[in-house]
């Protein structure tokens, strides 16, 4: 697949690696490879569809504006004929800058999704009125759960729960956790080979040159791929494959072999 690599997320906002791209008129597929895998296809610098999973259009656009991790690929050979959104891309582009202008503010109080909240000791004593919304979001912050899993369990978008607890810590509400150790599993040997017996089922001897490249894309190494990215990395191996059925061939064995060895996803 002939591509550029154009930036991570944890170090620039998708929308300041999008635009150029948009600016230029530029044709083709931005890839997003992280925790979650998003596409955003244009043409003639126009947003012509996005696809995160299962959700697609301008739903999946929202979506991707707020990750902050993963490794942002130009393919600019990928075509499609899906029209899934429908907002000129003028329009998808203010909103866009627009909630990136709020996310600003938000990380001057939560600088990364991946802290937890509690509620502090209340010295005052004083009665406060909480409205609904906040009450549901206290019930969950324990200083263990980082945002994306209360925004989970509450069914909401990471964005929404961030505006909110922003608003809770500015009230006194609720106050940042102070971070403990953090001890990430890692993959071992095992599940590469488990991965490269699979691929080459369907695409052949490239399947080691494969796996390797996307261990690459996801900036990890074999031997401290953490394996909380199982998920995510199993996708991105999926879409190498070109042909829809050897494709669900893949995901058919691999599912079978993950879970004679172990493993979740």
């Given at each position: 697949?002939?591509?550029?690599?154009?930036?991570?997320?944890?170090?620039?906002?998708?929308?300041?690696?999008?635009?150029?791209?948009?600016?230029?008129?530029?044709?083709?597929?931005?890839?997003?490879?992280?925790?979650?895998?998003?596409?955003?296809?244009?043409?003639?610098?126009?947003?012509?569809?996005?696809?995160?999973?299962?959700?697609?259009?301008?739903?999946?656009?929202?979506?991707?504006?707020?990750?902050?991790?993963?490794?942002?690929?130009?393919?600019?050979?990928?075509?499609?004929?899906?029209?899934?959104?429908?907002?000129?891309?003028?329009?998808?582009?203010?909103?866009?800058?627009?909630?990136?202008?709020?996310?600003?503010?938000?990380?001057?109080?939560?600088?990364?999704?991946?802290?937890?909240?509690?509620?502090?000791?209340?010295?005052?004593?004083?009665?406060?009125?909480?409205?609904?919304?906040?009450?549901?979001?206290?019930?969950?912050?324990?200083?263990t759960r980082p945002l994306p899993e209360v925004a989970d369990a509450l069914g909401w978008d990471v964005f929404k729960v961030s505006k909110t607890i922003c608003q809770m810590v500015q009230a006194g509400l609720l106050e940042q956790a102070e971070a403990g150790p953090s001890f990430k599993k890692a993959l071992n040997e095992d599940f590469f080979l488990l991965i490269e017996t699979e691929l080459k089922k369907t695409i052949g001897p490239i399947a080691p040159i494969i796996v390797d490249d996307t261990i690459a894309e996801f900036g990890e190494s074999r031997d401290a791929f953490p394996e909380d990215r199982v998920q995510a990395f199993v996708k991105a191996i999926g879409q190498e494959i070109v042909e829809d059925a050897k494709r669900d061939e893949f995901a058919i064995g691999i599912a079978v072999s993950l879970l004679e060895g172990g493993y979740k996803l």
């Amino acid at each position: 697949m002939p591509n550029d690599f154009i930036g991570e997320l944890s170090k620039a906002r998708l929308l300041d690696l999008v635009k150029p791209l948009l600016n230029r008129k530029n044709s083709g597929m931005v890839l997003v490879r992280g925790t979650e895998i998003g596409e955003l296809h244009i043409e003639g610098g126009n947003i012509i569809h996005a696809k995160n999973g299962n959700v697609s259009g301008e739903e999946a656009i929202l979506a991707m504006m707020d990750w902050d991790k993963g490794r942002v690929i130009f393919d600019w050979e990928s075509t499609t004929e899906e029209r899934t959104v429908c907002t000129p891309t003028e329009q998808l582009l203010q909103r866009w800058t627009e909630r990136e202008e709020e996310w600003k503010k938000i990380r001057e109080v939560i600088p990364s999704s991946d802290v937890a909240f509690l509620i502090p000791v209340d010295r005052t004593g004083e009665e406060r009125k909480i409205p609904g919304d906040q009450w549901r979001v206290l019930t969950l912050c324990n200083g263990t759960r980082p945002l994306p899993e209360v925004a989970d369990a509450l069914g909401w978008d990471v964005f929404k729960v961030s505006k909110t607890i922003c608003q809770m810590v500015q009230a006194g509400l609720l106050e940042q956790a102070e971070a403990g150790p953090s001890f990430k599993k890692a993959l071992n040997e095992d599940f590469f080979l488990l991965i490269e017996t699979e691929l080459k089922k369907t695409i052949g001897p490239i399947a080691p040159i494969i796996v390797d490249d996307t261990i690459a894309e996801f900036g990890e190494s074999r031997d401290a791929f953490p394996e909380d990215r199982v998920q995510a990395f199993v996708k991105a191996i999926g879409q190498e494959i070109v042909e829809d059925a050897k494709r669900d061939e893949f995901a058919i064995g691999i599912a079978v072999s993950l879970l004679e060895g172990g493993y979740k996803l």
